[in-house]
């Protein structure tokens, strides 16, 4: 019967909400076709919004490394100085990447769980002038936190650097706004808080990257910019669109415009916040202590020596319908993860919560049932002024 | 954003899983092809075991009432003496049809909230041997009460009257053995604990009923008994049947056989517990007192003077999303009701019961946050024997 | 790869659209509640247009017969006289019912493959003024025929007769003008040229048929549209509506505007010109001679002694995937039928009648491949004024 | 009523299956979760069937020439010097790619509509045999003839050169046997025979080209095969998969195996043989003269003076809702194609086939109606020996 039930709330991918898996069933038109390139360029012209941005937003058929692949490929030329802000690891895949394209990377590098710096990438930066471009995580999806785009954006946009933004696990769930913040590169995935299948990815670039772009040399096909820079004119791609996912992107974008932006931006944050607090009141530590830091589309949770996480994690998934992620790498074991973005409503977090209670009272972890729901009740009720 | 997003808690329509609702987007075949002959023979086949029955089961393509007038429409005659015991609304229902078709109506009324008592029933029936038929309410979804079947079962096959069973919102969420119990008609619909959209509905018929039935005379087509047995030997029904319904149908069957019959009523009994347990943390008051008589596919909890249950289910479905029945007839005003049937996981009950906490919050009534789902977890955690 | 794949050429069920498909695959909303009702008031009003009516339009989840039965069990009593015209089977199923309902029954028998006769008509109930309704088939589905039902309405509105229409397998794909054509009772059912599932029927009421029901006596429940127009005016039915068929509804209904009722007749009557006219080329013979009297939702060809058309109609759904219909009754094995209504395209037809022409060739029956498609393009062309 | 409805006969993406669209419903899991992993290594065995392989099959996310960048990027180093046979627009696709990543192109050009010469290959690989790669275009689809992979395969496979094969329009429609005919790289795309939306590629690599991919040296990340070979054992993708176009992988290789490889390459080639017979029939020109040539997944047909291709492609878009592919570069306005591949039964061409008719007829060319539809009818007779 519950084959199938399940609470997904790792950071991606996300639950589809049934107005977009409908909207994916549509008949698959050709590629080319004129009623496929109308959707598309409505869809692309959509997709400002969310970017918060007059330039064009790209659309590549690929999961969220290609994007980040393609900021790297357009830009970076052997022996290029870049400058890779490191906080877990999709900071540590933007070095990756910028080495295998030759790069001579960089690395600055903060503790897990705290936020990049903006002071030090000054000070970087104005030693190095021949940095090329930064590279900047928004949402550091493996430690959670959140780092301060805007302020980076202030410091690199007065230099020659370009300011590359991972954005694929905040974009739609958090603030970001890529003209104001003079960010050059930002990309995003279907999977996270658009609330698509993986299997599409965005791509936003600044008028002062594509100059860096139109002089690139170096092998890219698949995610040449240009190219698709050249295409979107005629309302189009280079190479065959994933058709069924810009149906499902047109219906998300539209349901993204009718909550509005800052509205999802406060539900994203309340939801964390909900999470805090019942992480609190259930005697777990969080993995980011500051609240500015802590990301509003996932939360990373301690493990101790009377939790074991990938316990836990298994007593939730398989008793409890409730999947939640892991740590990482270094983190394997130490934390765990609860997503929460995209398709997520308050209550979807509560359910979260009781099945977290009920898994922690399994494995014996001293908490009051109930602790946890209080607080995060008391959070949305503090929320919608109530009592 | 969240405007099909809901909580669906009223005791039918349930929500429909997402296996079964694929099931139901099957191409259209013609209803008397082979095909769907086959899947049809299939499905009645599948259906004795939700009744616990030997006898076919018929599928009618219409809401549980319609199966309530054929349990009516083919038994009585004009002037026929029947009893009918009324425990609320549906009841009454029986009462209705009855009447309609100029039975010689006996009620047997019992107090709201509580159920038909057998004894008084067994007196009835020796004071008044020419009693053709009794009607019960299995569930009696108005008060949320549910009868003791087999009870009455006991009592009734030792006359010549036939048994006849509104099992419309209890069947497969509580125990209904057609066969073991004596029941002689017993009628359900596909959209309570079998988890299909309405329109679909099931009627089974002892050797005894048919007996009567064979016999009968007055007027009746659509819902004529006699076709549709004639028919299932061809595999088919007398007139088109619901096609896309019956592919869910024999989905939701398969499901239901995975989980095991018995598993589903416990599964359906926890939650009511954990309703209960809720109701009473939270210092509301349940509609039926008595634990037996408590029903496991619905719960009734009453309004008092801090408690405007209609002031309630609007702030739950506006403000959270959940919806939840209000009472019905005498009862409008005084009660709400919280659907517990079908596609439902213990999990889900914690969110209706978190919405619960904050919507009363929001009205003022006195409760503490974290309560309700304190006192649910409880249950459920003594039912897995945790802690 | 193909168990699935099938051309449904019968005249009902009929093939579903994707939109149709999808809309139905909404979330189920409690049939009570307030975003239900909008959606039902919405389909309910919409419905007018379809029965060309300013007359409310009744959602019965039933099949057509169960629409059927209402239209008698809400006029008829014992010893009613009431008139049938019966054309065919569907003529009988009315015979049936009235009977069932103890009228006294009159019928007027046409041959097979003919129309009812107004004159006769006119003379019948000159001769008994004491007839309370004339019943009508407006496509009489067994013989595919269609009657001339503006005819027949202009003689019985001048008498105390009601005139009620079975225009199950014709509205949508034929004209009918309730209210300018003096119809008192007309239903019609999903899975027809509506292009739904099966189980939902719609029923219309004229003010001079209300007037009989109104003073009507007799058994009568899930059918009693004195119950309908109470709950309709509260926007909801008296029982559980058929939720998910109605999402249906209301998108078939908004194609079929879009579409424009009159453009759908032309090209029903296009289709069934088609088809006539590969019929003809292909030495077969039409059923029904008379070009007026051809139904456009369905059209019935004769078998002959080097045709056995069950042969035909296996080969056809084994090897070719066509499902085309049998003879029912006193025509079984004598004719088959195709359906072409609802969700048809003109080119559809064509593929069915290349089916036709290989499976014909097939059972050694002589014909001339391509003949059929070429008379049937001719049409098309010569409609399109191509040529 | 038809906005949605139309026969996609393109050579991809092409018409997807109501079973595999289903599949592709099915809620998302996480791409790390126990039960996706299930799904997905299940999948990727199935897929070995499909490539007739005993070699492990990579799932990436992407489109047709992101597969052909990998099998570019994974073997190409800077002046390596790789020989490309051009048949059209795909084997010009593979010489942009290969001098994007720095290779030293060698390139042999076979006329437009005529397939590569293998003793041609031969002759330049003893005369070059410091090549480290050839380049095969298995079906071209810009001009409809279909390579012969065996043949080359026989003779690549003495040399050190790996033998590369695009077979993104070919795979699952014409044979291809990885292993017997010593393949080294096969790529293939979901939305092609496959039946799937766009946005899944499948890459199948031999052991003599591991040996060249372990010593490459270049960039390269999303793509780069040696990470995908590294997680498959664990059961996953080194990045996030596309979820749900996997589930209908997973489908569509059901399907293509309950039918059996070997009877749909039958299919494609009857489907291709009767389109051949109908050009013929009306008139027209075929791009590919020679029989062996042709593709059995698309067909080319010329425009000449009486036949304006592009006016052509519109009516049969606007006025019939077929949608065939146009000529790419140097042929657009010359030839049309009609794609037919995947989800495509032999029916389905006829339909394609009399709009192909109506629509030479509306623009004046001169034919026959009916002409078309009786050659392939008897083509398709011929196949069944019927007549």
């Avoid at 830009?75 to 990756?96: A, H, M, S, Y």
């Avoid at 990438?121 to 301060?148: G, M, R």
């Amino acid at each position: 019967m519950f084959k199938e039930y399940q609470h997904l709330r790792i950071p991606g991918p996300t639950p589809v909400s049934p107005e977009v898996q409908r909207a994916m069933d549509r008949t698959i038109l050709g590629h080319r076709s004129g009623a496929f390139s109308e959707i598309f360029a409505q869809t692309c012209e959509k997709a400002k919004y969310v970017f918060q941005t007059k330039e064009d937003v790209f659309i590549l058929a690929s999961t969220g490394t290609g994007a980040l692949e393609a900021a790297v490929a357009n830009v970076v030329e052997p022996n290029d100085k870049v400058l890779v802000l490191v906080t877990g690891v999709f900071g540590e895949r933007f070095v990756k990447i910028a080495k295998a394209y030759g790069a001579n990377v960089m690395t600055l590098k903060f503790d897990l769980g705290t936020t990049a710096k903006p002071e030090t990438v000054k000070e970087v930066l104005q030693q190095n002038p021949d940095i090329k471009a930064v590279f900047l995580t928004h949402c550091e999806t493996s430690t959670a936190v959140v780092n301060p785009v805007e302020k980076i954006g202030n410091i690199v946009k007065d230099t020659d650097a370009l300011l590359i933004v991972d954005s694929v696990s905040a974009l739609v769930g958090m603030d970001l706004k890529m003209d104001d913040w003079d960010v050059d590169i930002a990309v995003t995935a279907s999977h996270k808080a658009i609330g698509l299948p993986p299997g599409l990815a965005l791509v936003c670039v600044s008028q002062k990257a594509w100059k860096v772009i139109e002089k690139h040399k170096g092998p890219k096909f698949y995610f040449d910019l240009l190219a698709y820079r050249k295409k979107i004119k005629d309302r189009t791609t280079p190479y065959t669109g994933p058709v069924s996912l810009v149906y499902g992107l047109s219906k998300s974008l539209d349901l993204i415009k009718e909550e509005g932006l800052e509205n999802g931006f406060k539900r994203h944050q309340l939801i964390r916040d909900m999470v805090r607090a019942a992480v609190k009141a259930l005697n777990l530590e969080l993995f980011v202590q500051e609240e500015e830091a802590a990301s509003c589309t996932v939360t990373a949770i301690k493990g101790n020596n009377q939790l074991d996480v990938e316990q836990l994690r298994k007593i939730l998934r398989e008793d409890y319908k409730v999947e939640v992620a892991g740590g990482q790498q270094d983190l394997k074991g130490k934390i765990f993860r609860i997503g929460h973005l995209g398709y997520i409503h308050p209550l979807d977090i509560l359910t979260t919560i009781s099945a977290l209670e009920m898994a922690l009272k399994q494995i014996g972890y001293p908490i009051s049932l109930g602790a946890g729901i209080k607080a995060a009740e008391e959070v949305w009720c503090n929320d919608k002024n109530i009592g």
